[in-house]
Nanobody, 129 residues
């Protein structure tokens, strides 16, 4: 089992940047594929970015609306995954969640919330216009 704790959210003006962090407990962090999701008020939780498990070549995927602005990365030595968010827009306002899925397949990432087994409590990101 793994516990996830997000941090780094806050209030930022449009065009600004934030870096979200997700710290994971446990000794086997590198065996988990990780993802970032977000949920705005009145909307369903949506995929933002995903990264395959550690070891070998790491693959990433970002939703179209954030590609080129957001970057997911991981540091297995620090049991952490990050979401660097640049050129933020008001539409990016949401609670951001990180999620983990045990994965035996190198290079595979997961895009759907129901594929993930563990979730953090979320961190609020608010982008003002």
């Amino acid at each position: 089992q793994v516990q996830l704790v997000e941090s780094g959210g806050g209030l930022v003006q449009a065009g600004g940047s934030l870096r979200l962090s997700c710290a994971a407990s446990g000794r086997t962090f590198s065996s988990y594929a990780m993802g970032w999701f977000r949920q705005a008020p009145g909307k369903e939780r949506e995929f933002v970015a995903a990264i395959s498990r550690g070891g070998g070549i790491t693959y990433t995927y970002h939703r179209d609306s954030v590609r080129g602005r957001f970057t997911i990365s991981r540091d297995n030595a620090k049991n952490s995954v990050y979401l660097q968010m640049n050129s933020l827009k008001p539409d990016d306002t949401a609670v951001y969640y990180c999620a983990a899925k045990p994965s035996a397949v190198s290079g595979r990432y997961y895009l759907r919330p129901n594929e993930y087994d563990y979730w953090g409590q979320g961190t609020q990101v608010t982008v003002s216009s």
